[in-house]
């Protein structure tokens, strides 16, 4: 199966998933377009969320970095006057390092983080594949009325708060996805593809907007989970780019984002939502509060994958 993920809705469903299809390969494509390099290291937060959730260290509190980790790196680099605007915890700064050191080694990204998912014990059958293995090069920007901000500059130093006019991904058309990627979507026997509860927007869109993936999609069958439950994101700022993006807040708007090649999208079961025929609308609860909540929703998922 392969998955498309960000770094918050999927990686939850990713708990289950992993235990569900478990006797699957799982090729999970994951967004770089949020990625940064930050007192030289490459910080890869949906990459690392995706490691950090499959390796059972992730802090399931606020979805990002790892659970009790201890920020003394963060702390001395500001009583150095060198303050970094993302909180990075000590053992995820070591993840950073140690992606760095493979790149400049001249691995890529994608043998960097095959590199790391072993070394977090996780198993071979999963294969974390980030877009593309030019690292850094699409960058996410948000347009607002005071210029335009890095993703990352809006949605944590500024908490997401300024005025949206426009969201684009810089460098995109330069880019290609990566060998890995285009593989895994080539080949026959992996008919499924499932997009993940995340950010229509600033997580997938960027996979979607890579040179022939929108094409390659056309092929398989393409199930996707709304991030949205009624009219608003279940966390993050998907509501608020999805309307500076011209989508409406609902599984409505989200079905207009995959239309194309969407098969089956996968809604609250409190929702409604118009589809033109051909693509199929399941209705089952889709938030994901605990661990046991993820596996039934992919129990949910397999059940209906089979059909
Ligand atoms: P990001 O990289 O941190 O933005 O992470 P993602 O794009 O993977 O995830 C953010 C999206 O996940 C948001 O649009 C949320 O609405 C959605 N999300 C978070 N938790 C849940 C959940 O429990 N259920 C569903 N259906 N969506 C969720």
New binding site residues.
Partial sequence: MIIF?????????LVGLEKVFKEEELNIIV?TA?DIWISGNLLC??VD?VLYTLAGIMDKKT??GVKDDSFHTHNALERLQHPEHLMIGDNDRATHIARSELLRQGKSLTEATAALARSFGIPDRIKILPMTDEPATVRTKILTPEGELHFQEF?VARKGEPEVLDVHFEGIDEVNPSEAVVEALEKESEALVLI?????I???GPILGLKGIRELLKWKIVMA?????GT????????KLMRAKGFDVSPYGVYTCYKEFLDVLVI?KNDECAVDTGVDVLKTD????KDK?SKR?ATFLKKHSMR
């Fill in positions: 993920s960000g770094g918050t809705g999927t990686p939850k469903l967004n949020e937060p949906d969320s979805w990002w949605w993940g509860p995340s950010n229509p600033t997580s997938v989970i709304s991030p949205i439950v608003e994101a279940v966390s993050g700022p998907a509501g609250d889709i938030m994901i509060k909540d929703l």
